[in-house]
Every structure is written in C-alpha cells, then in structure tokens.
C-alpha cells in the first residue's frame, strides 16, 4: 500500500506533457521578442557609430586638404591612410589610426564623394548602411556627413 501511493504522489509531482509544450513555447515567444527589440537596438546603435566615426574622417580629411590642398573627383577615403603619389614620404603620415578606421560598423568602406551631394562645395562622407548600396530605409539607410 505504501508503495502505491508513492508512485501516485511522484505522477502528480511531475509535468504532464502538455505543461511543457506550452511552457517551450512560452519560453520561445519571449525569446523571439527580446531577440527583436535587441536587433532592432543594435542596430539604431551602429547607426549611430557610424554617424559619429564619419563625423571624426571627416574631420580628418578637413585637415588633410588643410595639410595638402583640395581633395579631387576621383579621391577616395584610402587617402587618409595610403600616401598620395605627389606627396613625398617625408612629409607623410597617415590621417587615421589604422586601415580598419575606414569601415563603418558593418565593414564597408566609407565613401568619399568630392563634390559631395549634401555638401555640394564641399564633400561627403557616406556609409551606406548595413547592405552596403546606395539608398535603402532602416538599417540599410544611407549616413551622410
């Protein structure tokens, strides 16, 4: 007699199997959820970073036409870090830490665009978002400085 109620008190005490289908899939719709919200968040975040690192090569490339004249149509945003034909070795040294300091958050190259669209006197610096092309809405929205 003991024993039989042991084996019934151990069923009770356990989850039936429609209890754990519907606690997966709670879990799931929950992880589904925070997976959505924490793209969504990450990438508003390297828009921003994208933003602020075109805002500094930008700036960058200020003092290199302070340094070296104008920047030309057909200059690209390597001049900051590879030396220009016409400048002599002596007098050079790159503008950016390093190679990598050319790629916006998703690791395309920024552009330069002399004259530049936004800055038609001037010049652009563009990342073209999370695809890499030219337009595109949410994450793959063009970043212009």
Not at 1 to 5: P, V
Not at 130 to 145: C, F, K, L, N, W
């Given at each position: ?5 042991n084996i ?120 073209y978002g ?16």
């Open positions: 007699m003991q024993k039989k109620t019934k008190r151990a069923a009770r005490s356990a989850f039936t199997l429609v209890e754990v289908i519907v606690i997966v899939t709670i879990l799931g719709v929950i992880a589904a959820v925070v997976a959505t919200r924490l793209t969504g968040a990450i990438g508003k975040s390297k828009a921003k970073m994208a933003a602020a690192n075109a805002a500094s090569l930008y700036s960058a490339l200020e003092q290199f036409e302070i340094d070296h004249g104008e920047l030309e149509s057909g200059d690209t945003i390597d001049i900051l870090w590879d030396r220009p034909g016409d400048v002599a070795e002596a007098d050079w040294e790159p503008y950016v830490k390093n190679a990598e300091a050319l790629l916006d958050p998703w690791g395309n190259k920024y552009v330069l665009q002399v004259p530049g669209n936004k800055n038609p006197y001037d010049f652009d610096v563009i990342s999370a695809d890499g092309q030219p337009g595109g809405e949410g994450d793959s929205t063009d970043i212009v400085r």
